[in-house]
């Protein structure tokens, strides 16, 4: 079985300031993490993954996660967000054939 | 990029009426998904389906619903008899090779009255 911890529902962060989205997992077969953002009235975009190799692994709009056997989270970060990166993000992880999603984080920038 | 497209974009329909919502995945995937998100929930797992069968399912996916590739390109989720608990953001997703990202449409939203 599998899940997935987001325990933020809601974060709110000043524009060029950084921001961490936790997120923490458990699953009882081997690990494939992702996360996926969600923008107003959209549908779900993949934003990162891991699936093996480099345990730090980064996305092209500056953000990057690090996945953590030991803690068993893929905290999301940013050093400085923007205005555009208001959107939910959902951190996901893959056992056998299905994602399962964690509750989601609401990021709102404050200008 | 090749994306993932479902249709309709929003879908109204009265209780106990059934229902289809249509996906082309992406056309050289292997794999299919159906995902649901009821309003201020998270995204839930319904089905997945490769080579022409049901791989896996969960609990919510009961005798209501069903999934059928009826030709090559589209993959449809029907709901026979729609209940109000349905209502709900249906996406659709695809990848090629298992453990793979799934690639997701920009959902239906269905809404039943």
């Known amino acids: 079985a599998q899940s997935v911890t987001q325990l933020d529902s809601q974060v709110p962060v000043f524009e060029e300031a950084p921001v961490e989205l936790r997120c923490n997992y458990s699953s009882s077969v081997s690990v494939y993490l992702f996360w996926y953002v969600q923008y107003p009235n959209q549908g779900l975009q993949l934003l990162l993954k891991y699936l093996s190799g480099s345990t730090l692994v980064e996305s092209i709009n500056g953000f990057e996660a690090e996945f953590n056997k030991s803690q068993t989270s893929f905290h999301l970060r940013k050093p400085s967000v923007h205005i555009s990166d208001t959107a939910e993000y959902f951190c996901?992880?893959?056992?056998?054939?299905?994602?399962?999603f964690g509750t989601g984080t609401r990021l709102t920038i404050i200008p | 990029e090749p994306e993932v497209t479902q249709t309709p974009s929003h879908q109204v329909t009265q209780m106990g009426q059934e229902v289809i919502l249509r996906c082309v995945p992406i056309?050289?995937?292997?794999?299919f998904y159906w995902y649901r998100q009821i309003l201020g929930q998270k995204v839930e797992f319904l089905v997945s389906?490769?080579?022409?069968?049901?791989?896996?399912k969960s609990e919510i996916f009961d005798d209501q619903f069903s999934v059928e590739r009826p030709d090559g390109s589209n993959f449809t989720l029907k709901i026979r008899s729609t209940k109000l608990e349905d209502s709900a953001m249906y996406f659709c997703a695809s990848t090629l090779k298992g453990g793979q990202p799934q690639h997701f449409g920009d959902g239906t939203r269905l809404s039943i009255l």
């Open positions: 389906f490769y080579n022409n069968e049901i791989s896996e």
């Open positions: 996901a992880v893959r056992g056998n054939e299905k994602l399962t």
């Open positions: 056309s050289n995937h292997l794999y």
